[in-house]
């Protein structure tokens, strides 16, 4: 049970991600609040400091730092598109997180000097000013500096963000998941066996003991067996197919039992994937509903293929029944329902499940990833 | 001796009750039947005095076969299943009894002792089908003969249906069928909402109404959609205008 959740757990993460955009857009707008106050912050600081210093142009201080706002808000900007699209898959291992955007540090860095510069230089001079600074050297030194500690400070704080939401969308995805598989437990269980089924067989014992003392002994035995079968302990999800195939057998047995001369059943079996692990019952409401759609209904002669074989790496169950067919306003039953549910639980977006219609009959068809089973 | 009939899908169930049934010195099994049309016909050609009818029949199910069944001339009905709660409960007011899958002998000594006190009660047999008819969608589909044989039709199909003595013929598009019932019992079967009696003897499906041409002495005519033309009598017209104008 623990390595099948923890498998769950670990495979649908793909589903996760469009889950998780969600949740870091509705906290980028903190970020850019946080990011305004910042900078409002810086400003105010430097314009301070430059009265201080008994400076008297206000322009000159908003201009500077505004400037250097301008740039590092296109910076973030870059990062919570690009970046986040390329770099976000790695929030699981911040070493590398951190790696990949550091590596731009440079780029930054001399773009931060030239562009910036630039400007400040152009813009004095369209006053008829000249932009004085320390030598170039000392302030590529200075500024870099400067952006590394301050590119380290909102990566930082980007991180915590991104990483708490990420692991918030996980989380959520987590409990849908968990949710998902006790219910499907649930369902299974519940429609493992239909209460109709056991009733009819009981009833056809009931008959045969006054005609046929062997056969009613022979099927009390088989409901047995299916009895003990069915009320073993959940625990194990996977069975081997051979057992999987033995409890439909034992089914079928008792059914033809019952309608010996209205149904014929095949068996296509490649017996190479006896040994592949499929979810325990699995097939179990497909053939009830082979029996009870058509067998049960209909006045005809029906047959029903039962199959597992193999499709590259994947094992591909069906079951497929002459003497029945989906009406036009046709909704999914319960049993195929369960099918899909725990074949999604168990192996996400690796397994499928549909059924098809046509003339001559309905098939239903699961297609799941074909492993060793490993008790 | 009373007549029985047995329909059920499974020859082991049948063979048990049948047995059972001989047993009694009282009790002639007229007829056994594997599926529900046959059960139909069988009830139909041998009118048995009581019919135990399995639920879960090919063709139709139990409740469909009695669904189907002209009130006034139904057996006694005994159901028989193995697991329905919904029909169960609806059965515990009105059957004569029904029978849980498996039984055994004393409970059906029980039943035969219900069914021996209550034979030729109409008002019984009525009410059994009565109820099958609200579980069933007996209003959608109606049982009619086709050569030797039984067959459904969708009462959608039905233009018109005309009484004869103890026969109605039941005219859909492409053919008519005669039907051993009487039409009170058949409107009630098909109910109010999609048929309306327009003369003592006659009954249209208000879809095929085209047109209400005037007679003299305030008779009218009803144009149905095959062109064919009906008296609406004096008694019926108030009922059916106000209806079509609805």
Redesign the interface.
């Given at each position: 049970m623990a390595a099948i959740s923890s498998e769950a757990a670990a495979d649908p993460l793909a589903g996760g991600l469009t889950l998780e955009a969600g949740a870091i857009r509705r906290s980028d707008g903190l970020l850019y609040a946080l990011w305004g106050l910042f900078w409002v912050l810086l400003i105010v600081i430097a314009a301070r400091d430059y009265f201080h210093g008994g400076g008297q142009q206000l322009w000159k201080p908003l201009f500077w730092e505004g400037s250097s706002a301008v740039f590092s808000t296109l910076l973030l900007v870059l990062q919570r598109t690009a970046g986040r699209r390329s770099y976000n898959r790695w929030l699981g291992e911040p070493m590398k997180w951190f790696g990949h955007h550091l590596k731009w540090l440079p780029v930054c860095a001399l773009g931060f000097v030239v562009v910036v510069y630039g400007v400040r230089h152009g813009v004095y001079a369209l006053l008829g000013q000249t932009y004085r600074h320390e030598p170039w050297a000392f302030v590529i030194g200075y500024e870099s500096l400067k952006l590394s500690l301050f590119i380290g400070l909102w990566l930082g704080v980007i991180f915590s963000f991104d990483s708490f939401a990420h692991w918030r969308a996980q989380q959520q995805h987590l409990l849908a998941l968990q949710r998902a598989l006790a219910e499907s437990r649930l369902a299974a269980l519940s429609s493992q066996l239909r209460p109709h089924f056991f009733f009819n067989a009981l009833n056809t014992i009931s008959a045969l003991m006054h005609l046929d003392v062997a056969r009613a002994n022979r099927l009390l035995t088989r409901l047995g067996e299916l009895l003990r079968a069915s009320l073993q302990p959940q625990g194990k999800d996977l069975v081997p197919l051979a057992e999987e195939l033995r409890l439909l057998e034992l089914y079928t047995q008792i059914m033809l039992e019952r309608f010996a001369d209205r149904v014929t059943i095949e068996w296509r079996i490649d017996h190479a994937l006896l040994t592949r692990g499929v979810p325990a019952m699995l097939m179990q409401p497909l053939v009830e509903n082979a029996f009870k759609h058509a067998v049960e209904r209909g006045r005809q002669r029906v047959h029903i293929e039962i199959a597992a074989v193999r499709d590259g790496g994947n094992l591909v169950l069906s079951v497929r029944n002459t003497g029945s067919s989906l009406p036009p306003d046709f909704h999914e039953g319960v049993g195929m329902r369960n099918c899909r549910e725990r074949l999604q639980v168990l192996y996400g977006e690796a397994a499928t499940a549909w059924l098809n219609g046509s003339a001559t009959g309905v098939e239903a068809v699961l297609v799941l990833p074909c492993r060793e089973h490993s008790p | 001796m009373i007549r029985a009939l047995l329909a059920d899908?499974?020859w082991?169930?049948r063979?048990?009750l049948a047995?059972w049934l001989s047993e009694q010195g009282d009790i002639d099994v007229v007829a056994q039947c594997e599926?529900g049309?046959v059960a139909a016909e069988a009830i139909s050609r041998h009118a048995p005095e009581v019919a135990f009818l399995d639920i879960?029949m090919?063709?139709l199910t139990g409740l469909e076969v009695a669904a189907q069944l002209e009130q006034g001339e139904a057996p006694l009905l005994v159901f028989v299943t193995?697991?329905?709660a919904h029909a169960i409960r609806a059965f515990e007011l009105n059957a004569i009894d029904y029978l849980?899958?498996?039984?055994?002998k004393d409970r059906l000594l029980l039943t035969l002792a219900r069914v021996r006190g209550r034979i030729r009660d109409r008002a019984a047999a009525a009410s059994a089908v009565a109820t099958a008819r609200a579980q069933t969608h007996s209003s959608e589909r109606l049982l009619v003969p086709d050569g030797g044989q039984l067959q459904l039709i969708e009462t959608a199909t039905i233009e018109w249906i005309e009484a004869d003595d103890n026969y109605v013929h039941v005219h859909t598009l492409s053919r008519t069928y005669l039907l051993r019932r009487t039409l009170q019992d058949l409107l009630s079967q098909l109910g109010e909402r999609q048929f309306a009696r327009i003369h003592k003897s006659a009954a249209v499906n208000l879809t095929a109404i085209r047109a209400l041409a005037p007679l003299f002495k305030g008779d009218h005519e009803v144009q149905l959609g095959s062109g064919k033309t009906v008296r609406l009598s004096r008694r019926y017209k108030d009922a059916l205008f106000a209806r079509m104008q609805r």
């Open positions: - | 899908d499974e082991a169930a063979a048990k047995l599926d049309i879960q090919p063709g193995a697991y329905d849980l899958k498996p039984f055994d």
